[in-house]
């Protein structure tokens, strides 16, 4: 088994989103973060993820992207990768936060803005 993660998002947009994922390699329970619905202002329940460090995943990294998406427009992407029981941060999209604690298991809380990605200026 690889590292847990307890991962909380938080929407201090100003557009109601939806969760998506993509991107996912020997993760556990990743299919508790699709198609989550988080009003604007609102925080979502905290939800347990965890790397697969076992059988055919054994050598290979944990890793998954959460997007989020308005009704019409994509706010942003995150990535995160698991390699020897820690948990890293990969690319994101300038208007997503991301604060990760290490620990026993790690906690990750994203936070959603309405900085402009560079595409929409």
């Known amino acids: 088994m690889g590292k847990g993660l307890y991962v909380t ?3 201090n947009s100003s557009d109601d989103i939806t969760t998506g994922m993509s991107g996912v390699n020997c993760l556990y329970n990743g299919d508790k973060l699709e198609g989550l619905e988080i009003a604007r202002g609102e925080e979502s329940l905290k939800y347990y993820l965890e790397g697969d460090g076992s059988d055919s995943c054994a050598f290979q990294e944990t890793t998954f ?3 989020f998406t308005s009704d019409d427009h994509t706010i942003g992407t995150a990535g995160f990768t698991e390699n020897g ?6 690319d994101a999209s300038p208007n997503i936060q991301s604060v990760l604690t290490p620990g026993n298991q790690y906690q990750l809380v994203i936070t959603i803005t309405n900085q402009k990605t560079n595409s929409e200026e």
């Open 9 to 11: 998002i938080v929407n």
């Open 65 to 67: 992207t959460i997007s």
């Open 85 to 90: 029981h820690e948990w890293s941060k990969n």
